[in-house]
């Protein structure tokens, strides 16, 4: 049978949902089967000269959400294909059966909880394992020199080895995947790589710089050896 993949962006989902609950929504609503879920976190803008972290900036009860998702034979999906301002309403309580509570309070959320779906550019996959990451990621490890460097390389690190170590409930609720990790390492490679031009590029900079100054200096002597020179035939004169 064929399949017909959508790709779906959802904004704003609460963290209390996990991959496997968000599965259980698409396909109890005959949406299809999701292939796999990317989960983002929320961070609010905050001005370059904010000492507070990344982290610090993101909101704890909400995060994004993309979705791949195979509708086997559908042609006819809202999903498939749809544009990226267009949206579809869906409320996942009235196709999973659970109770959750917000934070610590015991408010149970009510059947009017909705998740604003939109078209999303395609997913891409990596071609490598957990293993070969954490083996590129140590690779970058003797080009590391900024503390942003370092908190990149940690942070990626810190979680391929929780994937590697195949923690069940971390594959279910994490933010990072295998697919995830890999991206992140290759935006590690390159904001390294950048960063390595630019100074390569100064340092020619201050190469030039001495040359023309050794070139300035080398002018003078001989400015003065001619000035000598005349010196020297007046004398004789």
């Not at 990072?176 to 890999?182: E, S």
Request: aromatic share 8%; proline share 3%; charged share 25%.
């Amino acid at each position: 049978m064929s399949s017909t993949i959508a790709n779906i962006y959802i904004p704003s989902i609460h963290v209390s949902w996990d991959r496997r609950q968000i599965t259980e929504v698409f396909s109890k609503l005959g949406i299809g089967n999701v292939q796999r879920i990317d989960f983002v976190r929320n961070v609010a803008k905050f001005p370059k000269n904010d000492i507070r972290t990344i982290n610090e900036h993101s909101n704890k009860q909400f995060r994004q959400a993309l979705i791949r998702i195979d509708v086997g034979d559908n042609y006819d999906s809202p999903f498939v294909e749809m544009p990226t301002n267009m949206h579809i309403r869906l409320y996942p309580l009235t196709s999973v059966s659970k109770t959750r509570e917000l934070h610590n309070n015991n408010t149970n959320v009510d059947n009017r909880e909705c998740w604003i779906c939109m078209g999303a550019y395609p997913l891409i996959d990596t071609n490598f394992n957990i293993n070969e990451i954490i083996k590129n990621l140590h690779n970058l490890f003797p080009r590391l020199k900024t503390d942003d460097d370092k908190r990149g390389y940690n942070y990626i690190l810190k979680h391929a080895c929780l994937l590697r170590d195949k923690n069940p409930s971390y594959q279910n609720v994490s933010e990072r995947n295998i697919h995830q990790l890999d991206d992140y390492t290759k935006k590690l490679e390159k904001s390294i790589c950048m960063r390595e031009n630019a100074e390569g590029v100064q340092a020619e900079g201050v190469q030039a710089d001495s040359v023309q100054a050794d070139s300035v200096q080398a002018d003078g002597v001989q400015a003065e050896g001619v000035q000598a020179e005349s010196v020297q035939a007046e004398i004789i004169m």
